[in-house]
């Protein structure tokens, strides 16, 4: 209702494809901009050992996947509006 052309979806790097494909499901493609602050430092034995954090962002990838799978499963979203190419 606002006319916009081409909306931007700008959220978090881990929920992005399940919101686009939930977007797409209802019509509405959207350009994604994701919001993911990676570090920009070497990489040390501490950064490859498992640390509380990363078992957080585990967490939180696991909880992504199986949110898409209950979402293909319950027909909010095909597959093909997960997987999509912007033409």
Not at 41 to 68: H, M, W
């Amino acid at each position: 209702h606002y006319n916009a052309k081409t909306p931007v979806l700008v959220i978090n790097e881990l929920k992005m494809l399940r919101i686009l494909a939930l977007f797409r499901s209802r019509g509405v493609d959207m350009v994604p901009f994701p919001v993911f602050i990676m570090k920009d430092t070497d990489i040390t034995l501490k950064d490859i050992l498992p640390s509380f954090e990363g078992l957080l962002l585990n967490k939180a990838v696991l909880a992504e996947y199986i949110n898409i799978a209950l979402d293909v499963i319950n027909q909010k979203v095909t597959l093909s509006q997960i997987f999509y190419k912007q033409k």
